[in-house]
């Protein structure tokens, strides 16, 4: 009988859980072998860390990957300035606990300009401090790989993503002339200013993040669970008004009551959710039940037709 | 089995009874199930998608919402437009087409369901390739008022060439025959006969409603009482997910873990067979031995890992291993030499030139290699026609492979990841082929162990004659004509006897 007890190199972080269902860990092993497949074939891999569910997902997954090894890679976070204060508390505290490279990168001229989702309006306060801010991080650090936690189920133009996300050295997306992509061979070859975005979590849904959140036991940002807050209803928006640059409109009322969030970005553009589910069970079980997908809450994807394609032909995520 | 049984067997043309037919698994496979859909526009696909996103809740009412607001369309039934719920650029929409492989989820109670949706029109190979590559069921559909087209032998050659054993007949729109069953029982035979001359068993075939959702998601019992079988989510509940578990121990190195001095682990995912600590494995091309003492992973160190685990291998000694090896198991080794036959199916506008030398991507191995086509299929008649030219875009033929280096690789019908490789352009970068190897080389000449043909050996003007005969046409694959001296001849027999 060999000797299988661990090392005392390999201290088991996670001793006890129960092992993962067939579902969740065939999903897991395909972005493990994503994650690998990167590290190896590119010189300067990065990754995309948004603080959100998605990012907290993958980040697990990346640190499953190269274990007994440190993630071998920086994460690049784009601070807006407008992100909740507790998703910047919680990246600290993740960045410390985990042992990360991190890097936070805002837009100098969005900074200089005043650049406000207020006063410019969101697609532009997007544009330049979101998109073109992550453009400006990468070449920085220039990245020939970034990985991203964006999902195929997510939007329309996301289900025709591929798994290795060609850009051009201006960061372009051309959907209609991708790499075709067979079984999981992907191919990595570019030339120099080029690179890929890869997605580890492209056959995921968000089913399937919120269980492996579960059985993982992955920590998250509290505002995925319900606590009374202060925000008003603008827009058909549920829009968080703890903030002290919020200013509420004429005839806005500022309520008090329990909500959450679905997803997590700039509290300006983030819709929440009536909700008292106050855990993961809570969150899961309404999950179950819902009716309209969580991107429902996103001011970004509404301002036009095909709006989430026309920012990832620029270079978004 | 009663005579109930056999009558809703007969019912639903299910052939799975059949003695050959890979049997089904006794637990329930809760991996997800990936599938393609094979058919085009007119048969109804999108509707057919539609309805399955649609009634096993996969849309969300706002995305319901936005279909409205965006086409004010309706059908019949109050639903909205499916198509544009799946045709996601603005390109599409714009245009009315539909681009590429689009991936679409959805799930119920007992499983979940990757879908890789493929238009079928214009680059359909190309299209169909990259979406089978993955998958291990097709759903062909036809119109029930048409019966077999010539795209559903297309779309069943190129789904058996690409290695999936399961299929699905969607014979759609049903409801527009007045629910005819002689006409659904001879379409399900028409096809279950097609299956068979591509050796696919599992075929079911199941009379629909998409746009009534009548058999998909739900039973059209009320219109169809004549229908005891499966409705299409039942089938694909119960479908087989492949692996390769039954094969040898593979595990193509991705990289080599050192992070201190005391640790060097070998990561990657196993892609056939098992391992398990006290193992004796070999590592290729090198063929060193060593024996396996921990199969590390974040979670725990494991008794053993199977095909599709993700793991980090530790051996018992210092051996040279680097990204690109594969560790095998002693017993059962893969296949390694300098030539190789495969199949492929070229994927761009600049096909696949003869004696040009491209990348070859297989798991996490990248190496040079010649390519010299041999023969093309022709999609319309399922036959292979002597082909040594260029492979133009969508073109599947057969070629040779000759490598710089020492290549390995499974027949791929053995093992679905060790037998499948990409081709890189180094001139564009892009992935030009998809292929399947079919069998190793012995380097003479282009002639290989495997290979029943007959060698003649003919004066070239002669065996240009011959050729280009009707009589010889026909028969191709089974003749190698050779303008062969007996100088020439009499050497390479040498070689072989020695």
């Known amino acids: 009988m060999p000797d299988t007890r661990p090392d005392v190199e390999l201290k088991n972080p996670a001793p006890s859980k129960p092992p993962l269902d067939p579902h969740l860990k065939a999903l897991e092993n395909e972005a493990i072998h994503i994650f690998r497949e990167v590290a190896a074939e590119f010189e300067r891999p990065v990754m995309l860390y948004s603080i959100g569910k998605d990012s907290s997902v993958l980040l697990h997954l990346a640190r499953k990957a190269f274990y007994p090894g440190r993630v071998p890679f920086p994460l690049v976070h784009i601070n807006t300035g407008w992100k909740f204060p507790e998703m910047i508390d919680f990246r600290d505290e993740t960045a410390k606990r985990y042992d990360l490279d991190l890097i936070e990168h805002r837009n100098p001229r969005g900074v200089a300009e005043n650049i406000t989702p207020f006063t410019h309006g969101s697609a532009l306060y997007t544009d330049i401090m979101k998109t073109e801010a992550l453009r400006q991080a990468l070449d920085a650090g220039q990245y020939d790989a970034a990985f991203g936690g964006a999902r195929r189920d997510e939007e329309a133009s996301r289900a025709k993503e591929r798994i290795y996300s060609f850009r051009t050295p201006d960061h372009k997306w051309d959907p209609r002339n991708q790499r075709p992509e067979l079984w999981n061979v992907y191919n990595g070859m570019i030339r120099k200013g080029e690179s890929v975005r890869a997605f580890p979590l492209s056959n995921w849904t968000e089913v399937d993040i919120w269980r492996y959140i579960q059985a993982e036991d992955i920590p998250l940002v509290p505002l995925y669970y319900a606590k009374k807050r202060k925000f008003v209803e603008r827009d058909g928006m549920l829009l968080w008004a703890e903030d002290p640059r919020f200013e509420a409109l004429p005839g806005e009322q500022v309520q008090e009551d329990y909500i959450r969030f679905r997803t997590l970005g700039c509290w300006p553009l983030t819709g929440a959710i009536r909700s008292t589910a106050s855990n993961l069970e809570e969150v899961i079980a309404e999950l179950e039940i819902a009716t309209v997908s969580e991107r429902q809450g996103r001011a970004i994807d509404r301002d036009q037709a095909g709006s989430m394609e026309k920012k990832k032909r620029e270079g978004y995520f | ?498």
């Open chain 2, 1 to 498: 089995m009663s005579a109930t049984a056999t009558a809703a067997l007969a019912a639903s043309a299910t052939v799975t009874s059949l003695p050959h037919a890979e049997t089904a698994p006794v637990v329930r496979d809760t991996r997800p199930l990936r599938l393609i859909t094979c058919g085009s526009v007119d048969d109804g696909k999108s509707t057919l998608i539609g309805r399955l996103l649609w009634d096993t809740k996969a849309v969300k009412e706002d995305q319901a919402a936005s279909l409205h607001r965006d086409s004010g369309k309706q059908n019949d039934l109050g639903l909205p437009d499916f198509a544009l719920l799946l045709d996601g650029l603005q390109a599409e929409r714009e245009q009315g087409i539909t681009i590429d492989v689009a991936y679409r989820y959805f799930s119920t109670d007992k499983r979940s369901f990757i879908v890789a949706d493929t238009p079928g029109h214009e680059q359909y190979t190309r299209n169909m390739a990259t979406g089978a590559s993955t998958a291990d069921l097709a759903v062909l559909l036809v119109d029930a008022r048409a019966g077999l087209l010539e795209q559903t032998r297309r779309h069943a050659t190129i789904a058996s060439l690409m290695g999936i054993r399961q299929f699905v007949l969607a014979v759609n729109k049903i409801d527009l025959t007045g629910y005819d069953r002689a006409g659904f029982e001879k379409i399900a035979h028409d096809f279950k006969e097609l299956a068979l001359s591509l050796g696919i068993r599992q075929v079911t075939a199941i009379p629909m409603s998409a746009l009534k959702g009548e058999n998909v998601v739900y039973r059209g019992t009320d219109a169809m009482p004549w229908y005891e079988g499966p409705t299409l989510v039942e089938t694909l509940e119960l479908a087989t997910v492949r692996s390769a578990q039954t094969v040898g121990f593979r595990l193509p190195v991705q990289r080599v873990s050192r992070p201190g001095e005391s640790f060097r682990g070998y990561q990657g995912t196993v892609a056939g067979g098992s391992v398990k600590p006290g193992d004796s494995v070999a590592i290729l091309p090198s063929g060193m031995i060593a024996n396996v003492t921990k199969i590390v992973t974040f979670d725990l160190v494991r008794n053993a890992a199977v095909a599709g685990d993700a793991i980090t291998l530790v051996l018992d000694r210092q051996v040279d291993v680097a990204r690109g090896d594969m560790i095998v198991s002693l017993e059962s080794q893969p296949q390694i030499g300098l030539a190789f036959d495969a199949q492929i199916v070229a994927l761009q506008p600049s096909g696949i030139e003869p004696g040009k030398r491209y990348w070859l991507k297989s798991g996490s191995r990248r190496q040079r290699v010649t390519v010299q086509p041999a023969s093309q299929l022709d999609l319309k008649t399922g036959k292979w026609h002597h082909h040594a030219e260029a492979l133009p875009m969508n073109a599947i033929g057969k070629v040779h492979l000759a490598f710089d280096e020492i290549a390995i690789f499974d027949p791929y019908e053995q093992n679905r990841t060790t037998g499948a490789f990409i081709l890189i352009d180094p001139d564009t970068n892009n992935t030009v082929a998809g292929g399947m190897i079919t069998a190793r080389r012995n380097d003479i000449g282009g002639i290989h162990e495997n290979d029943r043909r007959v060698i003649l050996s003919l004066p070239a003007d002669l065996a240009d004659q011959i050729m280009a005969s009707e009589a010889f046409a026909n028969r191709r694959d089974e003749v190698d004509i050779r303008r062969t001296t007996a100088g020439r001849a009499a050497e390479l027999l040498d070689d072989l006897d020695n």
